[in-house]
């Protein structure tokens, strides 16, 4: 299989490529891309070193797959480019998400959506990811009405400047800004732009994406995304309503059992989930179990997973296992 990353440089291409390697992905031949100033540089994949190309001659190969985190401008521009070659692109930037010609994919969640004609598919948000997984077997058992989420996430979600800055900050070094606010030992409670209603890009994400990937205009979504001074992962602090009542137990038997998910919710041992926890593992996992007493129905939890990892490049990797057990890749796009 020719795989194509795009973006292969950056904090997300650099962990699809590990990603790659660790789950043993069928790559016959690995096609890195990056911009025109890293043409002819060379990255490590599997102990081998592989030059970085240009997108033209990465098109002009024609992968089966192309991996693409490279923000949204470059994929609305080539990512049609390498579908017309017969190219399956999984995208992780926000440019074809709310396509409605475009699937978006959690597998554990929604797999099933995807034929051999989708060419280009879209990799949700970060923090989306992570909610869905943990979300879908409690939608499916007691149908959720309401989701009220607050995030905490990772530096490492705005990119390699944005860990710079932390890191430079702590050591007391001056150095370039991702924030325009210090973000060491400091909280800003801003995602992405704001828009005319007072949510940023970020907070509108989550409540639109959550209800394209689980299916369902009805759920309600309200968010607030927060970047915190931390790597390893996002957190989020999840009240979800349900149609019908649910038992404590039940709840956790069910996420326990569910593809993907891991309860760690011991309070008596302190056990609960955190980003050093989770950093470099591809599960979501998830503590703070409880009844929200305030009103029925209702639960609160807490989830945490990678936001590089399952929020970014295994979930891309994962749509592209998916594709070829199913022989969804390679497939005309006629056919």
Request: hydrophobic letters at 40%; a negative charge.
């Amino acid at each position: 299989m020719k795989v194509a990353v795009v973006g292969a440089t950056g904090l997300v291409g650099t962990k699809m490529l590990q990603v790659l390697a660790e789950r043993n992905f069928p790559v016959t031949e690995l096609i890195p891309v990056a911009s025109a100033k890293s043409v002819g540089k060379e990255i490590t994949y599997k102990g081998k070193q592989f030059k970085i190309v240009s997108m033209d001659e990465a098109i002009s190969k024609k992968p089966d797959i192309a991996l693409f985190s490279a923000g949204g401008s470059t994929s609305l521009n080539d990512a049609p480019r390498f579908a017309e070659v017969g190219t399956t692109v999984v995208d992780n930037s926000s440019a074809w998400r709310m396509d409605p010609t475009k699937k978006l994919v959690v597998p554990e969640v929604n797999a099933d959506v995807l034929t051999a004609e989708d060419k280009i598919i879209a990799n949700p948000n970060c923090s989306t990811i992570q909610m869905v997984v943990a979300l879908k077997p409690l939608h499916d058992a007691y149908h959720i009405k309401r989701i009220v989420v607050s995030t905490y996430q990772s530096v490492t979600g705005t990119g390699v400047k944005a860990v710079d800055q932390l890191m430079n900050e702590r050591a007391g070094i001056d150095g370039p800004k991702a924030y325009p606010y210090k973000i060491d030992l400091n909280v800003i409670p801003q995602i992405d732009v704001f828009g005319d209603n007072g949510y940023t890009k970020e907070e509108m994400k989550m409540i639109k994406e959550t209800q394209k990937i689980m299916g369902d205009d009805s759920i309600r979504v309200t968010a607030t995304t927060v970047r915190i001074p931390v790597m390893g992962g996002h957190s989020e602090s999840v009240n979800i309503e349900f149609e019908r009542d649910f038992d404590v137990e039940e709840v956790k038997t069910l996420l326990a059992k569910s593809p993907g998910v891991i309860v760690t919710d011991d309070i008596a041992n302190l056990k609960y989930p955190m980003p050093l926890d989770a950093h470099e593992k591809d599960e979501v996992f998830v503590g703070r179990i409880r009844r929200d007493e305030t009103q029925p129905n209702t639960l609160n939890c807490w989830i945490v997973s990678d936001n590089l990892r399952k929020g970014a490049a295994t979930n891309a990797v994962q749509i592209a296992e998916y594709l070829v057990a199913k022989h969804l890749i390679g497939v005309p796009a006629e056919a």
